[in-house]
T-cell receptor, first 112, second 112 residues
């Protein structure tokens, strides 16, 4: 089955800095890569996703890049704000399964 | 607002007790999922259901059972709870043919 590795497990940045979270996946059949944000006391919520036919996708301050050859994808957050503090999960979904395999999560702390 | 709700939000129980966690949704989605979240382990799939008559085991189904009572309701049962089932449990939904999952607020279960 699919295996997703996520790094780092904890990331601490100053407000205004950029943050990058990296994930690798094992199965080349995976073709959908979502990122979820989990705020304290809440369930995860999708913030951005990318499919295997696209190399990069951007939505305001967040962007995701995908390298299919190397089987890795990354989340980039620019101009971080305290409200970006949360746990972020990457996931990989094999084509047609609709069942994501999640990474272990990254706790992002943005210091004012 | 269309939503995913979970009851109870918190539960403390003793080893050997039977516990049921309930999930209901008003999103009109046909697919429902149960995940378990442990610190440092991310989200792991317990069971999933693609429609009322469809039940499938996930990665970690041992010790759990589920019931899909209606399209909008999906229950998770622990027949005889044990301490290593102490975790945060999330229900999620999705629409047929769509990848995005919508998570409930979670149930924090403690087994003493």
């Amino acid at each position: 089955g699919e295996n997703v590795e996520q790094h780092p497990s904890t990331l601490s940045v100053q407000e205004g800095d950029s943050a990058v979270i990296k994930c690798t996946y094992s199965d080349s059949a995976s073709n959908y890569f979502p990122w979820y944000k989990q705020e304290l006391g809440k369930g995860p919520q999708l913030i951005i996703d990318i499919r295997s036919n696209v190399g990069e996708k951007k939505d305001q301050r967040i962007a995701v890049t995908l390298n299919k050859t190397a089987k890795h994808f990354s989340l980039h957050i620019t101009e971080t704000q305290p409200e970006d503090s949360a746990v972020y999960f990457c996931a990989a979904t094999m084509g047609g399964s609709y069942i994501p395999t999640f990474g272990r999560g990254t706790s992002l702390i943005v210091h004012p | 607002d269309a939503d995913v709700t979970q009851t109870p939000r918190n539960r403390i129980t003793k080893t050997g007790k039977r516990i049921m966690l309930e999930c209901s949704q008003t999103k009109g989605h046909d697919r429902m999922y149960w995940y378990r979240q442990d610190p440092g382990l991310g989200l792991r799939l317990i069971y999933y259901s693609f429609d009322v008559k469809d039940i499938n085991k996930g990665e970690i189904s041992d010790g759990y059972s589920v019931s899909r009572q209606a399209q909008a309701k999906f229950s998770l049962s622990l027949e005889s709870a044990i301490p290593n089932q102490t975790a945060l449990y999330f229900c999620a939904t999705s629409s047929s043919g769509r990848d995005e999952q919508f998570f409930g607020p979670g149930t924090r279960l403690t087994v003493l």
